[in-house]
């Protein structure tokens, strides 16, 4: 029979990343808990973390073994905190994944209020606009723009991408003119997330509802879509901006629409968590207050 505790050292090991990492959160010898490892894997018959100087990795199998386990370890977990604590009020630490300029748009009162309602859930924001790994990376609710992947996690549309579409300066289009088609983009310049050679890979629903698929050459980068908005206003070409990112831009005249009959595709904001199964009160709260501000909002979303 397993041991249920050699079971939750090795999520915890997973976890961390580390033995050395996993047995100083748990306060017991670095060998201790190489060994307990090491046995489980005996008891399995397969190996479950590849081991090298300077990193573990998840075999194929301790993959699937790990998430198998993790949820139950959790819920066991906070099932004994719960009853040694004598309460069920949402407790612990939330770590939260979301692009790089996401406090641009979700108002900080909004996490403040939150705070002051479970004093003793602390929050955790890694703001990149790099895709993380939920697991890897032990994040417990991540904000990802594009379409939902079948990537084994739980995940929900929040926001459509109404609005989205192409704009420009009027500086920039008065010195090299107005595209009136979308293969005049070919012409033109672009201001865009980084691409492989240096060309954006735009797609769109026209006004016939037929999508389309263009390139355009991009000379600014940018990894954050505040930077891409500064650079279009700056005149450095034309870039695909969410709705709610290029409005008072648009109304104070510092952009303009270019071929405003067509619409990006694909994009939008949603909400990712590893689990729906046996989820800490902590994180289902952030869950909750997330669904009820921004469900069905206009919102700028990058592809985390």
């Known amino acids: 029979m397993l041991d249920l505790n050699d079971v939750a050292l090795f999520v915890q090991v997973v976890r961390s990343g580390s033995f050395a990492e996993a047995a100083r959160r748990l306060g017991m010898p670095s060998n201790t808990v190489s060994r307990r ?59 939260i994944a979301a692009m790089a300029d996401f406090f641009d748009f979700f108002p900080m009162e ?13 929050l955790d924001f890694v703001l990149s606009d790099a ?11 991540a904000f990802r723009g594009g379409p939902l992947q079948d990537s084994g996690y739980v995940g929900r549309q929040l ?31 672009g201001v865009s997330f980084g691409q492989p050679g240096g060309m954006a ?18 000379r600014f980068h940018a990894n954050t879509a505040q930077a891409l908005r500064r650079a279009t206003v700056a005149g450095l070409g034309i870039a695909v901006l969410p709705g709610a990112l290029s409005s008072l831009d648009l109304e104070a005249g510092r952009l303009v629409r270019v071929l405003p009959q067509y619409r990006r595709i694909g994009f939008g904001l949603n909400v990712l968590y590893p689990s729906r199964r046996q989820l800490p009160l902590a994180v289902s709260a952030f869950i909750g207050l997330v669904m009820e501000k921004l469900e069905l909002k206009a919102f700028p979303a990058r592809m985390q």
């Open 37 to 95: 490892v090491q046995q489980l894997e005996a008891q399995l018959e397969s190996r479950l973390l590849q081991r090298s100087t300077r990193k573990l990795t998840l075999t194929h199998a301790g993959q699937g073994f790990y998430e198998r386990c993790v949820d139950a370890v959790d819920g066991l977990m906070d099932a004994g905190q719960e009853l040694m604590m004598g309460s069920e009020e949402p407790s612990g630490l939330v770590r």
């Open 110 to 122: 909004w996490v403040a209020d939150f705070l002051a309602a479970h004093p003793r859930v602390q």
């Open 131 to 141: 895709r993380v790994d939920l697991i890897a990376d032990r994040i417990d609710v």
């Open 159 to 189: 926001l459509k991408n109404d609005g989205d579409g192409m704009v420009a300066s009027p500086a920039y289009i008065a010195a090299r003119g107005t595209p009136l088609s979308l293969q005049d983009l070919a012409h033109h310049d």
């Open 201 to 218: 890979h735009w797609r769109f629903v026209g006004p016939d509802g037929i999508e389309e698929q263009v390139q355009i050459a991009s």
